[in-house]
């Protein structure tokens, strides 16, 4: 058997995904690795498979007891012999464990680091071949994480008492640079090959939202999504609570987690969720390490966290199965209150001196500041993440809230100019709030004891309100003009690029969310049901999404008689594939993806029963559009290709008297293949005419203004008036039919 044979016949998949391969291969060749990769990524199968090739036992190291449970179980189902040692168990059970294992009869064993001192696992260690040690959760190893736990440093001790060296291979979804640094030092890492996949979950939504009230957003959101299972994270054990409640008087069946419940109702409510009995969490972030569970179909986040590094990872445990999923972060200014009072009360690690203390806490301030930009952010939130963490992404992914709602734009740049003249009056001395009430004209007690009145700049933004120019200070503070001191007080300061903006060579546009009378979460609903086919209901036309819940129905009662998670039965991914090929005999079920032989034994006939009876035998069509092959995780991992017309849709594009350049882009994207291409903007049509040297764009005291060439009101090109949301007129282009035909034909041209 080789690897490609192992992924068939026990995990019923087609193809590895992206560096998979590549580390199992350097396994097999006996080097160690380490793999960097996101949550759902699909590490387990990197370094099973390995496993089950090499002629001995892989240990492989956990922090996590109810995840080792979790895997053993799915190896278990999947026809692979595995077991787990931890406290967990009884010391009969362990050494009835053990002594199997030392008769060969596990290919895997997880093991938690505290177990590899223990005599009795010692003795098993030095009677056994063991061909890898694979370290999960490698950034545990590493004191400069904040997951660090010091039985991880048993790892190395142990490896030095064995009396041949296996291969190591580790394991995380962390990738700063020290963390990486230490695992391959501390874990003493021989020439390892080191593989970074990318952080991007494309098949996760990310949204921002900032309802008026957040309890009666999350009522409407369970309810629109009743079937889905779901966790809904809140900043402290008093918020859970109280939502909890709320909930409960409302009969919508959601269970809680936070750290001061008892340890027996942590472990049912955990349970109840992991079985789908309750399809809905709130926890605190204390819950969720270690939760495998595959089927979440949305994270709520009720607060906003304290970094992006634990917002996306929260997020990321939404999903795992690679179908749809959403990450919601409900913000209101409030949360930053919060979570600067939990810094402020963090307690002191007596480890550290004064000064570590004191930089640490400002790392916490800045990651808490950086947290806040995201829930600011007008641009892709997709990029924001990814750009965090040192990936490029897209300008415009396509799904996420803010690449799918409309938005309107602003020229700020002359209320930038006296934001920038107005901070350096005041030596840089206040933060946002003393300055957005100052150039406001506010009259607070505050404000008075400052004498800021005494300033020019004091009232020179008076026709704005302060939100409007907090507005604009932190996109100042996006696009780095800004920065703020690094303590507490995070008091404005200028930096070298604000002088473009006194020099007029730029300009600062400010992107507004457009206000209509339709309610926005609607808008938003229907605007993502357009943007992105990837999920069930999108896939599967009605009777198609029938025989989803038939299947899910029949996977609920599998799961029920054997007590079983469902997700470990199989994933929601597969059930969707099976809808879409209609299995009704052995080969075509094998043909599904995440049916392996296995699962086919043990489950087969019966949801080819269901199918069978469902369909009559007959190949029906469930779902819309061509087909999609899950086995190549096609439309989740594509690339999506560069705007572009056939003719046909040229010829449904419809011509209108005037259109704006941002209109005509709107028209033309709802034209196109939303899962296979990107967006075209507006802007991009602007620099297309200019490229045909049909406009041209010139600063004019610090404002942008769009000039026609000869060429241009040649083809249809024209200036007019257009009102802004608060009432101001100002110039902007258009295109008159004409104009517009030119234009689809220059897009087909290229
Ligand atoms: P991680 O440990 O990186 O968070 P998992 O190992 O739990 O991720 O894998 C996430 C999901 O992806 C699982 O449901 C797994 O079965 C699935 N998966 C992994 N590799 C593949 C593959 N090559 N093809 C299809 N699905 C895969
Ligand atoms: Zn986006």
Not at 81 to 89: D, G, K, Q, T, V
Not at 141 to 156: C, E, M, N
Not at 203 to 226: D, S
Not at 293 to 322: C, F, L, T, W
Request: net charge neutral; proline share 2%; glycine share 6%.
């Amino acid at each position: 058997m080789d690897k490609y044979d192992v992924l068939k016949k026990y995990y019923g998949y087609q193809d590895f995904r992206k560096g998979q391969e590549i580390l199992i291969d350097s396994m097999l060749k006996g080097q160690d690795v380490l793999g960097i990769m996101p949550t759902g990524a699909g590490k387990s199968i990197c370094y099973q498979i390995p496993a089950l090739l090499m002629p001995g036992v892989t240990l492989v190291i956990s922090p996590l007891i109810s995840l080792m449970k979790d895997q053993v179980q799915a190896l278990n189902q999947a026809g692979i012999h595995a077991a787990y040692i931890n406290s967990s168990l009884s010391e009969f059970q362990i050494s009835k464990a053990l002594r199997l294992a030392v008769t060969g009869r596990y290919k895997i064993i997880y093991v938690a680091p505290e177990r590899l001192e223990t005599y009795e696992f010692l003795q098993f260690a030095k009677q056994t071949k063991i061909s890898m040690l694979t370290v999960d959760e490698a950034h545990c190893i590493s004191q400069w994480g904040q997951d660090f736990r010091p039985s991880y440093l048993k790892i190395v001790q142990f490896i030095r008492q064995l009396e041949e060296r296996p291969v190591i291979s580790a394991f995380t979804a962390t990738a700063t640079e020290n963390v990486k640094e230490d695992i391959v030092c501390v874990l003493g890492l021989r020439t390892p090959r080191v593989l970074v996949t990318g952080f991007d979950r494309k098949n996760l939504y990310f949204a921002v939202e900032t309802p008026q009230r957040k309890e009666g957003y999350v009522t409407n959101y369970i309810r629109e999504h009743e079937a889905d299972s779901g966790i809904i994270y809140c900043a402290t054990r008093k918020n859970v609570d109280k939502l909890y409640d709320q909930l409960q008087q409302k009969n919508v069946a959601v269970t809680r987690y936070h750290a001061g419940l008892s340890g027996e109702e942590r472990k049912q409510n955990q349970e109840d969720f992991i079985y789908d009995n309750k399809l809905v969490m709130i926890a605190t972030n204390a819950f969720g390490m270690g939760i495998d569970k595959s089927n979440v179909r949305y994270v709520i986040h009720y607060n906003m966290p304290q970094s992006m590094e634990n917002y996306y990872q929260e997020a990321g445990r939404a999903g795992r199965d690679g179908e749809r999923a959403e990450c919601i972060l409900l913000y209101s200014p409030q949360d930053v209150m919060i979570n600067r009072f939990l810094i402020e009360n963090k307690e002191q690690n007596n480890g550290y001196t004064q000064e570590e203390n004191t930089a640490i806490r400002e790392r916490d301030e800045e990651r808490l500041r950086t947290m806040t930009y995201y829930c600011m952010t007008t641009g892709c939130l997709r990029e924001y993440i990814l750009r965090y963490f040192d990936e490029r992404g897209d300008k415009s992914c396509g799904n996420c809230i803010n690449c799918i709602r409309e938005f309107e734009e602003t020229d700020v740049t002359e209320a930038a100019g006296k934001i920038i003249t107005c901070i350096r009056e005041v030596r840089q001395r206040y933060g946002i709030n003393v300055i957005a009430g100052m150039l406001a004209g506010e009259d607070r007690a505050k404000l008075r004891e400052y004498g800021v009145m005494a300033y020019p700049s004091y009232g020179s933004l008076h026709e704005l309100n302060e939100g409007e120019i907090k507005q604009i200070i932190n996109q100042l503070l996006t696009e780095k003009l800004l920065t703020t001191t690094g303590d507490k007080y995070a008091l404005l300061q200028v930096t070298g690029l604000a002088d473009e903006i006194i020099d007029g060579k730029r300009n600062v546009i400010l992107k507004r969310m457009k206000k209509t009378g339709e309610d926005r979460n609607e808008r938003s609903s229907r605007q993502k049901k357009n943007s992105s086919k990837t999920r069930n209901s999108d896939i599967l036309n009605s009777r198609g999404l029938e025989l989803f819940e038939r299947l899910r129905k029949l996977r609920a009662k599998i799961a029920g008689e054997e007590g079983l998670p469902p997700y470990i039965i199989f994933s929601d991914r597969t059930l969707v594939d099976m809808c879409i090929k209609v299995p009704v005999s052995k080969e075509e079920m094998l043909r599904v993806s995440g049916v392996g032989e296995n699962k086919y034994e043990r489950y087969g006939e019966r949801f080819m029963e269901a199918v069978r009876e469902y369909t009559g035998g007959i190949h029906e069509k469930f779902f819309f559009g061509e087909m999609i092959d899950f086995a190549e995780d096609r439309v989740i991992s594509e690339k999506k290709t560069e705007f572009s017309l056939t003719e046909e849709q040229a010829e449904q594009f419809p011509y209108a008297d005037r259109y704006l350049l941002t209109e005509l882009a709107e028209k033309l994207n709802e034209l196109r293949d939303a899962v296979r291409m990107k967006k075209i903007s507006g802007a991009e049509i602007f620099r297309k005419l200019q490229d045909e040297e049909c406009v041209s764009e010139m600063f004019q005291k610090g404002m942008r203004k769009k000039i026609i060439s000869e060429k241009g009101l040649e083809a249809g090109l024209f200036l007019d008036l257009r009102r802004s949301k608060k009432g101001t007129e100002y110039e902007d282009l258009y295109c008159d039919r004409k104009a517009q035909r030119k234009i689809l034909d220059m897009i087909r041209r290229n």
